[in-house]
């Protein structure tokens, strides 16, 4: 069983000085500690705060987006929507090497396959 994702998770680019995915605002007939689950459409694409540097090339761009892979609930579902499990994953823009998505889900309450 994987934990659900909520606005309480954590979603970020895997690099020293890692930016935040944007998180819209969930599904709200379902929470979890009073934060609404997250479905597929509430996630990025726009990441914030990534301080990214690389010593060569020069150029070196840190994350400003990330495609998600999303890890979506087999069974719940809010609206007809899976709701995303901490098996969401996703890479970044970054160059000269994309970054990839790190997923904390932030509770254990609210698990499903």
Do not use: F, W
């Not at 929470?31 to 459409?41: F, I, N, S």
């Amino acid at each position: 069983m994987s934990a659900v994702l909520t606005k309480d998770s954590s979603l970020k680019c895997n690099h020293p000085k890692p930016g935040e995915v944007t998180l819209g605002p969930g599904a709200g007939k379902l929470r979890v500690k009073g934060k609404p689950v997250l479905r597929a459409q509430d996630v990025g694409p726009a990441v914030s705060g990534c301080l990214y540097q690389h010593p060569t090339p020069a150029g070196a761009v840190p994350c400003t987006t990330v495609t998600l892979t999303p890890g979506n609930a087999g069974k719940l579902k809010v609206g007809g929507v899976p709701v995303l499990l901490d098996t969401t994953t996703g890479t970044t823009n970054s160059t000269p090497a994309p970054g990839t998505l790190v997923v904390t889900a932030n509770q254990p309450k609210l698990t499903a396959k």
